[in-house]
T-cell receptor, first 109, second 116 residues
Framework: DAKTTQPTSMDCAEGRAANLPCNHS???????VYWYRQIHSQGPQYIIH???NNETNEMASLIITEDRKSSTLILPHATLRDTAVYYC??????????FGQGTRLTINP | EAGVVQSPRYKIIEKKQPVAFWCNPI?????LYWYRQNLGQGPELLIR????????DSQLPKDRFSAERLKGVDSTLKIQPAELGDSAVYLC??????????????FGPGTRLLVL
């Protein structure tokens, strides 16, 4: 599975868009990009995944570059409840998710 | 729809004692996973079941850890005897194959184990 690189921490103001970057320069053609988040004392929560095309759901948008070497998770209107650790994972089919350190996102009032 | 259920939520034991964790996956999910999460780290897979078969247990410390999923639904993870280093959060997840062959894993709240 491709290794992913994320910033250790980020801050964002409440109500603004939070853009979380992820580098996955060694991603293979059949690997998806998954995003999960983990709020304190809870299990990881699935957010979104994509292969080539940009994706959007009720939680977030996922923008994948054309060369697929990086992606950005966008939370369009961040709230205090979005404070969490966000994990970007590259995997063929999520049979064995390999979590890195993730990005600790803090939403400030 | 009910999510993944785990019990207990918290457990404190003395070292060398046995401990067991229980997981009930989302109804209809045939794949079940156990992860361990050490403080400040991301979860690490211990074992993956497809129905009742353990298809990936390469990261399970088999000298003291065991798991079962007898009827392909609920699962139990056991540690005997527990060591101080086993203090962690034990997470259960389940998944269903979606269209296109992609799985989405859904996690339970975890069991926080403290070994004294």
């Amino acid at each position: 599975d491709a290794k992913t690189t994320q910033p250790t921490s980020m801050d964002c103001a409440e109500g603004r868009a939070a853009n979380l970057p992820c580098n996955h320069s060694t991603i293979s053609g059949n690997e998806y990009v998954y995003w999960y988040r983990q709020i304190h004392s809870q299990g990881p929560q699935y957010i979104i995944h994509g292969l080539k095309n940009n994706e959007t759901n009720e939680m977030a948008s996922l923008i994948i570059t054309e060369d697929r070497k990086s992606s950005t998770l966008i939370l369009p209107h961040a709230t205090l409840r979005d404070t969490a650790v966000y994990y970007c994972i590259a995997d063929q089919g999520a049979q064995k998710l390999v979590f890195g350190q993730g990005t600790r996102l803090t939403i400030n009032p | 729809e009910a999510g993944v259920v785990q019990s207990p939520r918290y457990k404190i034991i003395e070292k060398k004692q046995p401990v067991a964790f229980w997981c009930n996956p989302i109804s209809g999910h045939n794949t079940l996973y156990w992860y361990r999460q050490n403080l400040g780290q991301g979860p690490e897979l211990l074992i993956r079941y497809e129905n009742e078969e353990a298809v990936d247990d390469s990261q399970l410390p088999k000298d003291r850890f065991s798991a079962e999923r007898l009827k392909g639904v609920d699962s139990t993870l056991k540690i005997q005897p527990a060591e101080l280093g086993d203090s962690a959060v034990y997470l259960c997840a389940s998944s269903l194959m979606t269209s296109g062959g992609v799985r989405t894993q859904y996690f339970g709240p975890g069991t926080r184990l403290l070994v004294l």
